[in-house]
């Protein structure tokens, strides 16, 4: 028998040898000192070429790594994208079970939104900011951090006020949760929540009477800013044309991103997305006419991406 | 249908994101590629998901590069300083040099021998690095070695050198 080729003995390192060809391989090799050698001097290459590639890790969003390469990405049409989330919804809207974003029982709260009515009034916050009266309790925007594990809920003063995404530390909890059946909308890199969620208080109730009631609150200190607990019904998976719909008319979409499905629960239509730390959801609710979105990452999502991303928020 | 896509992206997405990385340098690249691969996977489910989903993935990379002028936009910078004494390049040259290095190493590969390193770094069997690219299954043994010695060639190569911005 000849020398065994290069190719060989990397599908023999490999282990790609059907087992049918092994033998007259390796009793060559076992007569063969120069095909011994030549097999170690092989293995060592296929470690050291490894060791090369793997140094090839994905960097953290924000950095360059060194020998960047600064190349232009090119940016799709906006239509294109529109075009290709509206067929991509259209093939699997049908076929998924609606679930719930938020556990029954998980509460929702209301956060003092700096936008608010000034006290003793009965208007509605502005959402000019885009800022959601309502706060999923698990759940937090980039603009605000998760109040520490074992907080009241709705203990406000334990929040921390937003701040600038370099100075405050960020904990982004998971949005999303997995369904109870077949765990088949579950992400393996999303946590599950720590504690149980609180019970629910209140039924839900018009954003407007809500925001009396924070506003009771605020002028009766007695009262405490405490949460009011709402119960939404499961979320379901919506079509497009729905989500358009309850939204007035607009749909707001990530630039550049293919979603994987819209959702509506209760006030709110959900645009989620996929991304490797978990699913990202695009929060929309349309308050007074205007709608205001706010961005819900899971935990671990690069803070500079979520940054740029909201930058990508188009209608 | 019911959590079809979901698994794909829950099971393929972290691999393909990964791939597409080294393959590209641009992790924004990267994850637009790896989205818009899975769109199209929805959109029609494939029968072997991985050889399908990698090789949709590595065609829009192709594509991309044909229609992207880089002209003056791609800028490769990387500095190796020449060691004081009497020791290997690894030794003189932090880690972030060496991924210069490595990232030029394996640009230097034609574009197979590439895509056939790096499926096989994201675990592919031979079958499937064969069905990705197209290639005959008793090719990929050679198509590896020789990746792999070129890789592990032009990095030392490029170990003892000196370079520019460009």
């Not at chain 1, 406000?156 to 100075?167: D, H, T, V």
């Amino acid at each position: 028998m000849s020398h065994l080729d290069e190719g060989v003995l990397h599908a023999l390192l490999d282990g790609e040898i059907p087992s049918a060809e092994l033998p007259p391989i390796q009793a060559h090799l076992a007569a063969c000192a120069a095909c011994r050698a030549r097999l170690e001097e092989e293995r060592q290459l296929l470690a050291e070429s490894d060791d090369l590639v793997e140094l090839l890790e994905v960097p953290a969003e924000g950095t360059v790594p060194a020998g960047a390469r600064h190349s232009r990405t090119p940016r799709r049409a906006w239509g294109r994208t529109l075009a290709w989330a509206a067929s991509l919804l259209a093939a699997v809207g049908l076929g998924y079970a609606g679930h719930a974003l938020m556990q029954p029982g998980s509460g929702l709260e209301i956060a003092a939104n700096p936008a608010a009515a000034p006290r003793g009034t009965d208007t509605a916050p502005d959402v000019s900011a885009g800022q959601p009266l309502i706060r999923p309790q698990t759940v937090t925007t980039v603009d605000s951090v998760r109040a520490p594990a074992g907080a009241a809920p709705g203990n406000l003063a334990s929040r921390r006020p937003a701040a600038k995404a370099a100075e405050a530390k960020q904990e982004v909890a998971a949005a999303a949760t997995s369904r109870g059946d077949s765990g088949a909308f579950r992400s393996e890199a999303q946590p599950a929540p720590a504690t149980p969620p609180p019970s629910v208080a209140e039924a839900a109730a018009p954003l407007r009477d809500q925001a009396l009631r924070l506003d009771e609150r605020r002028a009766n200190p007695a009262l405490g800013l405490g949460a009011v607990k709402l119960t939404l019904a499961p979320a379901e998976t919506i079509q497009l044309a729905d989500a358009i719909r309850r939204l007035g008319g607009s749909l707001r979409l990530i630039e550049g991103l293919v979603p994987l499905r819209l959702e509506a629960q209760g006030p709110y239509v959900r645009v989620v997305y996929p991304s490797a730390q978990g699913e990202l959801v695009l929060q929309q609710q349309l308050i007074d006419g205007r709608v205001a979105h706010t961005l819900l990452a899971p935990t671990g999502f690069p803070i500079d991406s979520l940054a740029r991303l909201r930058a990508r928020v188009r209608e | 249908m019911t959590g079809f896509p979901a698994e794909l992206f829950t099971q393929y997405y972290a691999s393909l994101v990964r791939m597409l990385y080294r393959r590209t340098g641009d992790r924004d690249r990267a994850e637009e590629i790896a989205q818009e691969t899975f769109a199209r996977a929805v959109a029609a489910p494939p029968r072997n998901p991985r050889p399908w989903l990698f090789a949709v993935a590595l065609n829009l990379v192709r594509e991309e590069g044909r229609k992207t002028v880089r002209q003056g936009r791609r800028l490769v910078l990387y500095k190796a300083e020449q060691p004081e004494h009497t020791e290997g390049p690894d030794e003189a040259m932090d880690r972030g040099e060496r991924i210069a290095l490595v990232r030029t190493a394996l640009d230097s590969l034609n574009e197979r021998d590439r895509e056939a390193l790096l499926l096989k770094a994201e675990g592919f069997t031979y079958d499937e690095i064969a069905a990705t690219l197209g290639l005959a299954r008793g090719a990929i043994g050679t198509t590896l070695a020789r990746a792999r010695r070129r890789l592990v060639e032009a990095y030392r190569a490029g170990g003892n050198q000196q370079h520019v911005a460009s």
